[in-house]
T-cell receptor
């Protein structure tokens, strides 16, 4: 049973426009959410996170929104730049009893963001 | 430079031939883990370690072993590799469990089992 879902395998956005990547989760015990970015031939790198006590966290061009009632989070990138082309993983964390990954971190399948010039 | 290193980066082997993928971090992190990435499945955790001599199974531990004799090293051992273990493997470390905003990943090891 997939507890963290990224339903868009890929997304194409024009440079300068807003990129919106979506993520849904099913486990209400998750209390911390993260986005990782991955370039080809490299390991994922942490991008931004949000605690379940907040509904928004902003870091420069990146903003993550959390809607707990809908069990939905989204990553907004404004404005999109060519260097943003990468695979983005949504991940959720809970306690060891939350039913998430064995250590509480569960990843989605990723969304490949392509920024077109 | 703070980093997680993995070796080898690429490996082609045959079914049943034991292999070890090494992972080392230079940040004095307590928490280390191994993931595999497969097309359409995202990242799945294999094993993790909260500290020296403390290891535990992740979501997909079958066919793998790990050890944590030193804080900096966390090797992944495949005693008898099979083709379904063909995958891209990542080692990761963080200061503590759940300090995910400071989780560092290695560059990955692409393993092919024939």
């Amino acid at each position: 049973d997939q507890q963290v879902k990224q339903n868009s395998p890929s997304l194409s956005v024009q440079e300068g426009r807003i990129s919106i990547l979506n993520c849904d989760y099913t486990n209400s015990m998750f209390d911390y959410f993260l986005w990782y970015k991955k370039y080809p031939a490299e390991g994922p790198t942490f991008l931004i996170s949000i605690s379940s006590i907040k509904d928004k966290n902003e870091d420069g061009r990146f903003t993550v929104f959390l809607n707990k009632s809908a069990k939905h989070l989204s990553l907004h990138i404004v404005p999109s730049q060519p260097g943003d082309s990468a695979v983005y993983f949504c991940a959720a964390s809970g306690t060891l009893d939350s039913g998430g990954g064995a250590d509480g971190l569960t990843f989605g399948k990723g969304t490949h963001l392509i920024i077109q010039p | 430079e703070a980093q997680v290193t993995q070796n080898p980066r690429y490996l082609i082997t045959v079914t049943g031939k034991k292999l070890t993928v090494t992972c080392s971090q230079n940040m004095n992190h307590e928490y280390m883990s191994w993931y595999r990435q497969d097309p359409g499945l995202g990242l799945r955790q294999i094993y993790y370690s909260m500290n020296v001599e403390v290891t535990d199974k992740g979501d997909v531990p079958e066919g793998y072993k790990v050890s944590r004799k030193e804080k900096r090293n966390f090797p992944l051992i495949l005693e008898s590799p099979s083709p379904n273990q063909t995958s891209l493997y990542f080692c990761a470390s963080s200061l503590f469990w759940r300090s995910y905003n400071e989780q560092f990943f290695g560059p990955g090891t692409r393993l092919t089992v024939l």
